[in-house]
């Protein structure tokens, strides 16, 4: 039994992701695209911080439904990596790196919900 969030490896790959995307938009032409740098950094911000919410809920299904929201936001990522490459602030290689990161997070996440949904909820 997990007694913290950051315990989960969909929080982790997400937080990777979340850690190499600020690095990535701190520089360059990207660090000047104000609007696109605040975009892709608050869907990791929000992958994250969901999943934290949803794991202090207690109840599975409560869970669960978090964890959809973090699927959303690491989609949305992998969408703002492609917009990323094609304005030339990202490499292919990054983009296909990072977009990597957000479906094995994204994978670990449907294990987790289906697992989820499949078990009672713990006694406190």
Known sequence: MARDHREFIVWQ???EVRQQ????TDSGAVSRDWN?????????????ANFAEGFARY??????????IVRGSLREV?????????????NAETAR????QCKRALSAA?????????HPDEPI
């Open 21 to 24: 995307v600020i690095a990535i």
């Open 110 to 118: 449907a294990g987790l919900i289906r697992w989820l949904e499949t």
């Open 36 to 48: 696109f740098r605040k975009q892709i950094r608050d869907a990791c911000d929000s992958a994250c």
């Open 59 to 68: 109840k599975h299904k409560q869970f669960a439904q978090f964890i959809r």
């Open 13 to 15: 790959l997400a937080d």
């Open 78 to 90: 992998i969408d703002q990596l492609d917009s990323a490459r094609e304005k030339r602030y990202i």
């Open 97 to 100: 790196h990072l977009q990597r």
